[in-house]
């Protein structure tokens, strides 16, 4: 007698368990767009005292929170692409904003799927290809809109085609369309894997009317080296203004007018105003997708499913909030590449622990393919951190540095120079080569190096300090061997290459 019903029963079994028997756990990847640790309570800045951010760091108070994680290029197409792949930008391709990621490099949700998951992506993608690596996909087209968003959706037309119109705050939607997923749209007899994405708090920070005046009475603290920061954006070498600021310092971007500030105010009044304006701004949007977090994590709490999914919060990379008298992102200084990381995973972290292992995010993909038991992809460069969540030592063999490279030489009006570098965990080495991948637009070469123990917002380019040298030189010869093992070199820039040389 056939009984179709069971073999269809031992089948969403064996999908949801790992091969020693346990229960797979789900994993909820909840990433905002420049959402940058100094805006997120939990890591204790300036910030923190403001509260911005509770129902994130009631994540962190369940689990660990990271405190070296970085990005190896701080532009939000890259990274995404990093954190899909498990692999550093020349591998995959995706070097700067116009950047794609097609289907046969979706790496992670093939994978997953592989393992038995349904998986979805939610909101942001912004690497131009279809997400049809996912079985479900509701997401933004390129950078999408604050209000009453549009979204792209599988269908019989081509994908782009294929839309779906809504009303309110892209924070609110993204959540809405995420919660119906979770409640309506899956199998829920296998473990999910949800890449849920905000829009905010990406610049230029629209809120949800009901955030008006959240903070309208507060003032926010300024970073100390706000003010009377050089009109040069790095090194003693440059010898003009680089970098998008807040104070007149840095106009390039133009902040204060985008911000409607009084352009006839003085130093430092402007600066503080249009601070002042910045931050709110950003915090409304922070204090949004805060709030939405918390309803994701209600709904799993409400459905019984919290204690077997693994949530993480992270954002696509750092954000300069008036650090250097600088906005927006780009620099490899730590308050851009800095990514926040907290994992809750009840049954693998201790509640409140923190970790300190030097990671980027092309070890994100391969550490929930571990969590999920499942085959991490040989093409991956990254590593699984799983044994930094068990509280474990820290391998003998695990990096020592973590690379970076922003390949958009003066883009925009924001005006920051390709540059590259690593960073250990207490110095840092850069070296701005500063021009086009075909050589052209050259801005001065310059080598920044950083203590980062004795000077942890980067004040004091140590580069050719006596004292220094041989942690310099060592740390040179660390950052060729990098560029090499990880592809990462500029054998293809002729242009680049020779300026290297001529200058290492």
């Given at each position: ?439 052209s637009e050259q801005t001065p070469v310059a080598w920044e190096f950083y203590d980062l123990q004795k000077d942890p917002f980067e004040m004091h380019n140590l580069y050719g300090v006596a004292q220094y040298k041989s942690i310099v030189d060592a740390m040179k010869v660390e950052l060729r061997q ?23």
């Amino acid at each position: 007698m056939n009984y179709p019903w069971c073999i269809a029963l031992l089948a969403a079994l064996a999908l949801s368990v790992n091969a020693d028997g346990a229960e797979r756990p789900n994993i909820l990847f909840i990433m905002s767009d420049d959402h940058t640790t100094q805006a997120i309570g939990a890591y204790g800045s300036r910030l923190a005292s403001l509260n911005p951010t509770p129902n994130i760091d009631a994540l962190a108070t369940r689990g660990m929170r990271f405190d070296r994680v970085f990005c190896n290029n701080s532009i939000c197409t890259p990274s995404r692409a990093s954190i899909l792949t498990g692999q550093y930008s020349q591998s995959n391709g995706v070097l700067d904003l116009t950047g794609n990621l097609p289907v046969d490099k979706q790496y992670l949700p093939v994978a997953m799927g592989d393992a038995g998951y349904e998986t979805a992506m939610i909101g942001k993608w912004h690497l131009k290809q279809e997400p049809a690596a996912f079985d479900y996909y509701c997401v933004l087209p390129n950078q999408g809109a604050y209000f009453d968003p549009v979204f792209r959706v599988r269908g019989e037309l081509p994908w782009t085609r294929n839309k779906i119109t809504t009303k309110g705050h892209s924070s609110d939607v993204i959540t809405d369309v995420s919660l119906e997923w979770l409640r309506n749209g899956r199998d829920k007899s296998r473990p999910f894997f949800l890449m849920h994405h905000f829009k905010a708090p990406h610049d230029m920070f629209h809120n949800a009317k009901r955030y008006d005046d959240y903070l309208d009475d507060v003032t926010i603290p300024e970073p100390d080296n706000l003010h009377g920061q050089p009109a040069a954006g790095f090194g003693s070498a440059a010898t003009r203004a680089y970098g998008a600021g807040v104070t007149k310092n840095h106009p390039s971007w133009g902040l204060g007018k985008r911000l409607g500030v009084d352009q006839s105010l003085e130093k430092p009044v402007y600066g503080q105003t249009v601070y002042q304006k910045f931050l709110k701004r950003y915090l409304r949007c922070v204090k949004g997708v805060d709030d939405n977090v918390g309803r994701l994590v209600e709904y799993l709490q409400q459905s019984g499913e919290l204690e077997n999914t693994i949530v993480i919060y992270t954002g696509d990379q750092g954000f300069l909030l008036g650090e250097h008298d600088f906005t927006d992102k780009r620099w490899m200084y730590d308050e851009s590449m800095r990514m926040p990381f907290i994992v809750c995973c009840p049954k693998t972290v201790t509640p409140g622990s923190s970790n300190g292992w030097l990671i980027n995010n092309t070890d994100f993909a391969p550490t929930m393919l571990a969590l999920a038991g499942a085959e991490i992809p040989a093409a991956m460069q990254g590593r699984s951190f799983v044994a930094a969540l068990k509280g474990q030592p820290k391998p003998n063999d695990w990096r020592t540095s973590t690379y970076y490279r922003y390949w958009m030489h003066l883009a925009h009006s924001l005006q920051v120079p390709g540059h590259f570098g690593i960073r250990s965990e207490r110095y840092k080495l850069i070296f701005f080569y500063g021009c086009r991948p075909d050589g052209s637009e050259q801005t001065p070469v310059a080598w920044e190096f950083y203590d980062l123990q004795k000077d942890p917002f980067e004040m004091h380019n140590l580069y050719g300090v006596a004292q220094y040298k041989s942690i310099v030189d060592a740390m040179k010869v660390e950052l060729r061997q990098t560029r090499k093992n990880l592809n990462e070199t500029d054998a293809q820039y002729p242009q680049i290459q020779a300026i290297i040389d001529q200058h290492w």
